[in-house]
């Protein structure tokens, strides 16, 4: 009598066991379709590098490419070595010295990360140059008349493009290291101390070493940053690859030139990426029980324990304070004529933008991170690595990438419909905001993808199996168990894409459509007209709504570990 149920639950088995094998299979199908999608414009830059309408790279090769290669270095190695002299320095001190102001500048020298390069090169250059107020003060004050009477460092070149993008990126270099130094062990600097190791020399060959593999990512941050710059180089007028594919593109109406200087772009990327994962591989780490112990640090006093002020406050001051000192005195003084139905439109533009694609990323970013946890195979993690490739191409190369696919579809689209019907439906995707959209995503899709996948894996697995033996399907579990409890890193994620896609300049300036502009490309078009008071308000917006993240980060980085 017992036995007919038992042979009931069997014959049950197998159709269950094939439904829940066929679930499965969409998921990891919608995965590989959606990484594909995502990975095309990579894919379409090489493709017409390698076979461009007109090659002119035997051109290029002979004229300007030595000088766009040459100037990318320059630029990378310099922005590079001030942004590792101010990140670590500014890390070091705050984490392991005592000095007036240091709670203060825990969070303070965070806040450049808000100013985009492009806003604090337009400010600089405003206040520097020989119509700025700074020179018109030095010639009141000791009464010169021309620039032939005195010496002025000019800003507007090489050097200045590198002390720009470094007194802005600095900061992820910052972040990274001072966490490394927040989970080091007192043990290793008490026995450092007994071995009669000055703080310096603790620094120098102890922590320092230690920190390594984080400087070396944030340092890799930094240089991808550096590579996606436009709107700096371009106003300073510093040939570098990014401008370059601008130049090609547009003054030589050449898109294939201009891919092939993307492909060499990105050679360059995957070249800083090896070189980051090579410096982490060779190095191992351990953290032993105290680490979670406060950190007593090192007392200073007198001139030090002010230098250690002046030090941190120098980059703090440069690169956030002023910039938006003197665009908010731009903005307040005229914002009767600022506050226009102009800057309201660009406004919501940026914000719609946005929105929309911080939206997508985090939907996105769900579906790549549940699918690894309900199939774990490397085939899915190849998929989300290949997904995440968008966010190190810089944006001019992303650009080609998008349009190119983009104005495919369009052609084939208006082909097929003046065959069969006579319609030309011209430009459907490509030259629509959808594009710029697509852009975003495209580029910023990893920032959700890192978050969503590390708030999942908080959560244990048995969660997922509870909720399927009450008969929820992994879509349900994912809506009603996992989603309350990633909410956290999920609203994080989203708020860093859209003030990202709030920033970004290289990629919508090209893609954008006809007459549409957002709060970036409003700020490049009149500071570059050298109208900064014009767009002062849009800049100093692009600034708030940049603390947003800043905030977030601080308070990350500030919780791991408590310092006296």
């Given at each position: 009598?017992?036995?007919?149920?038992?042979r009931h639950?069997?014959?049950?088995?197998?159709?269950?066991?094939?439904?829940?094998r066929g679930y499965?299979?969409g998921?990891?199908s919608?995965?590989?379709?959606?990484a594909?999608m995502?990975?095309l414009p990579?894919?379409s830059?090489?493709?017409l590098?390698?076979?461009p309408?007109?090659?002119?790279w035997?051109?290029?090769?002979?004229?300007?490419?030595p000088v766009y290669v040459?100037?990318?270095?320059q630029?990378?190695?310099g922005?590079g070595a001030?942004?590792i002299?101010?990140g670590?320095c500014?890390?070091?001190?705050?984490t392991m010295?005592?000095f007036?102001?240091?709670?203060?500048?825990?969070?303070a020298?965070?806040?450049?990360?808000?100013v985009?390069?492009?806003?604090?090169?337009?400010?600089?250059?405003d206040l520097?140059?020989y119509?700025?107020?700074?020179?018109i003060?030095l010639?009141?004050i000791f009464?010169w008349?021309?620039a032939?009477?005195?010496w002025?460092?000019?800003?507007?070149?090489?050097?200045?493009a590198?002390?720009?993008?470094?007194?802005v990126?600095?900061?992820?270099?910052?972040?990274l290291?001072r966490?490394?130094?927040?989970?080091?062990s007192?043990t290793?600097?008490d026995?450092?101390?007994?071995l009669?190791?000055?703080?310096?020399q603790?620094?120098y060959?102890?922590s320092?070493?230690i920190?390594?593999?984080?400087?070396a990512?944030g340092?890799?941050l930094?240089s991808?940053e550096?590579?996606?710059?436009?709107?700096?180089v371009d106003?300073?007028a510093?040939?570098?690859m990014?401008?370059?594919?601008?130049?090609?593109?547009?003054?030589?109406n050449n898109?294939?030139?201009?891919a092939?200087?993307a492909?060499l772009?990105?050679?360059?990327v995957?070249?800083?990426?090896?070189l980051?994962r090579l410096a982490r591989?060779k190095?191992?780490?351990?953290?032993?029980?105290?680490?979670f112990?406060?950190?007593?640090?090192?007392?200073?006093?007198?001139w030090k324990?002010?230098g250690?002020?002046?030090l941190?406050?120098?980059?703090?001051i440069t690169?956030?304070?002023i910039p938006?000192?003197?665009l908010?005195?731009y903005?307040?003084?005229?914002l009767?004529q600022?506050w226009t139905?102009?800057?309201i439109t660009?406004?919501?533009?940026?914000?719609?933008l946005?929105t929309?694609?911080?939206l997508?990323?985090i939907v996105?970013?769900l579906l790549?991170?549940y699918s690894?946890?309900?199939h774990?195979?490397?085939?899915?993690?190849?998929?989300a690595?290949?997904?995440?490739l968008?966010?190190?191409?810089?944006?001019?190369?992303l650009?080609?990438?998008?349009i190119i696919?983009l104005?495919a579809?369009?052609?084939a689209?208006?082909?097929?419909m003046?065959e069969y019907f006579?319609?030309s439906?011209?430009?459907?995707?490509?030259?629509t905001a959808?594009?710029?959209v697509?852009?975003?995503v495209?580029?910023?899709?990893?920032v959700s993808?890192?978050s969503?996948?590390s708030s999942?894996?908080k959560?244990?697995e048995?969660?997922?199996?509870?909720?399927r033996?009450?008969?929820l399907?992994?879509?349900?579990?994912l809506v009603?168990v996992?989603?309350?409890?990633i909410k956290?890193g999920?609203?994080?994620?989203?708020?860093?894409v859209?003030v990202?896609?709030?920033k970004e300049l290289p990629?919508t300036?090209i893609?954008?459509?006809?007459?549409?502009?957002t709060?970036?490309?409003y700020v490049y078009?009149?500071?570059?007209?050298e109208?900064?008071?014009a767009?002062s308000?849009?800049?100093?917006?692009?600034?708030?709504?940049g603390?947003?993240?800043?905030?977030?980060?601080s308070?990350t980085?500030?919780?791991?570990?408590?310092s006296?």
């Open positions: 009598m017992q036995a007919e149920p038992a639950e069997t014959e049950q088995l197998p159709p269950l066991i094939s439904g829940r499965l299979f998921w990891y919608c995965t590989w379709t959606t594909l995502i990975a990579v894919l830059v090489f493709y590098a390698l076979f309408e007109e090659n002119i035997g051109h290029l090769v002979e004229t300007v490419l040459i100037t990318t270095l630029l990378l190695f922005v001030l942004s002299a101010t670590v500014g890390a070091w001190l705050v010295c005592r007036p102001g240091r709670r203060i500048f825990e969070w020298l965070l806040l450049p990360f808000a985009p390069a492009y806003v604090i090169a337009y400010v600089y250059t520097l140059e119509s700025g107020s700074l020179q003060f010639r009141e009464g008349q021309t032939r009477d005195y002025f460092p000019d800003i507007r070149t090489l050097g200045g590198i002390l720009m993008l470094a007194m990126l600095y900061p992820y270099i910052y972040l290291a966490a490394s130094f927040l989970e080091q007192t290793i600097h026995a450092s101390r007994t009669g190791c000055t703080p310096f603790s620094f060959r102890v320092l070493p920190a390594r593999p984080a400087i990512v340092l890799s930094v991808m550096t590579l996606n710059d436009f709107g700096t106003y300073f510093v040939k570098s990014s401008a370059g594919i601008y130049d090609t593109w547009l003054n030589m898109l294939g030139g201009a092939q200087i492909s772009m990105m050679i360059f995957v070249m800083l990426i090896s980051e591989s190095q191992r780490q351990f953290h032993s029980s105290d680490r112990k406060a950190l007593t640090g090192y007392q200073l006093s007198g324990a002010w250690a002020t002046l941190c406050a120098l980059p703090v690169g956030f304070v938006v000192w003197v908010a005195g903005a307040f003084s005229n009767d600022l139905s102009d800057f660009h406004a919501s533009h940026s914000f719609i946005s929309i694609a911080a997508l990323t996105i970013a790549l991170a690894k946890r309900l774990k195979k490397q085939s899915l993690k190849i998929a690595q290949f997904s995440s968008g966010y190190a191409m810089p944006g001019a190369v650009a080609i990438g998008v696919p104005a579809f369009d052609n689209v208006d082909s097929l003046e006579n319609i439906t011209g430009l459907l995707l490509s030259g959808f594009a710029v697509f852009a975003y495209v580029r910023f899709l990893a993808v890192g969503v996948e999942l894996n959560i244990t048995s969660m997922d199996m509870a909720s033996s009450l008969g399907s992994p879509l349900q579990t009603k996992h989603l309350p409890l956290g999920i609203l994080t994620a989203s708020l860093v859209f990202d896609c709030m990629a300036l893609l954008r459509p006809f007459n549409y502009d709060l970036a490309t078009q009149y500071a570059s007209d109208m900064l008071e767009c308000l849009a800049a100093l917006l692009i600034v708030l709504v603390i947003i993240p800043v905030i977030l980060l308070r980085i500030s919780g791991t570990r408590d006296n």
